[in-house]
């Protein structure tokens, strides 16, 4: 039985989104921010959603992004669940009346345990690495051990997963539910099919649910 949930964000191409939602990816995610090598424009995220087959989740993702912006995007892609990847307020993520996901960068567990202080109605808080200037996709991974042993809510694992560390990283936290970027592609951007399904055959493995 299929125990963990999977997104693999920052998709810039149909067939690698689709490929992905044959596999079994539960969630694609979408990058609305210009600076991001994974960013996509409103026509290219028609085209990825599109190729989607239904009950597989879109989510687009924004960093510190004006109100018009989001809502612009919001009136010509379906999307699902919206993710703030920046320094919003629970009051600007909570006006869309969408689901959202808020991303907090960890530096210690303070940040964990205030992050869904502040943002209780947010669908899940997701915990990505804390690198200087950069807002997820970076490829590196916090201390998991700075995760209390028992966290309220929905949270989402990420930063730094791989096929090869996912099994790990499941060990340790306990996580239900993981957000992978980087560690799926063989470029930015370009999402590997195989490493996809590397990482999903990884945790299915027996147990891998357990923590120890």
């Known amino acids: 039985?299929?125990?963990?949930?999977?997104?693999?964000?920052?998709?810039?191409?149909?067939?690698?989104?689709?490929?992905?939602?044959?596999?079994g990816v539960d969630a694609v995610g979408l990058v609305f921010y210009p600076p991001s090598k994974r960013?996509?424009?409103?026509?290219?995220?028609?085209?990825?959603?599109?190729?989607l087959p239904p009950f597989v989740s879109v989510v687009a993702l924004f960093v510190n992004e004006n109100t018009e912006r989001i809502r612009q995007v919001l009136?010509?892609?379906?999307?699902?669940?919206?993710?703030?990847?920046?320094?919003?307020?629970?009051?600007?993520?909570?006006?869309?009346?969408?689901?959202?996901?808020?991303?907090?960068?960890?530096?210690?567990?303070?940040?964990?345990?205030?992050?869904?202080?502040?943002?209780?109605?947010a669908r899940a808080v997701l915990f990505d690495a804390h690198i200087e200037g950069e807002y997820g996709g970076t490829g590196h991974r916090f201390d998991?051990?700075?995760?209390?042993?028992?966290?309220?809510?929905?949270?989402?694992?990420?930063?730094?997963?791989?096929p090869e560390n996912i099994g790990e990283a499941v060990k340790i936290t306990g996580a239900k539910i993981i957000d992978v970027s980087?560690?799926?592609?063989?470029?930015?951007?370009?999402?590997?099919?195989?490493k996809i399904a590397a990482l999903l055959a990884a945790m299915d493995e027996p147990n891998i649910s357990e923590p120890e």
Request: hydrophobic residues 40%; negative net charge.
């Open 75 to 121: 009136a010509q892609v379906p999307v699902d669940i919206l993710q703030f990847h920046g320094d919003e307020t629970p009051e600007f993520c909570r006006q869309f009346n969408r689901p959202y996901i808020k991303a907090v960068r960890v530096q210690n567990t303070d940040d964990i345990i205030a992050a869904q202080q502040q943002y209780p109605d």
């Open 39 to 51: 960013f996509v424009s409103i026509e290219q995220a028609q085209a990825i959603v599109r190729v």
């Open 144 to 162: 998991w051990a700075m995760l209390p042993d028992q966290l309220s809510g929905h949270w989402i694992l990420s930063g730094g997963l791989t």
């Open 182 to 194: 980087s560690g799926v592609e063989s470029a930015p951007g370009i999402k590997s099919a195989e």
């Open 1 to 23: 039985m299929k125990m963990i949930r999977s997104k693999i964000c920052g998709f810039t191409r149909p067939q690698d989104a689709l490929a992905a939602a044959q596999l």
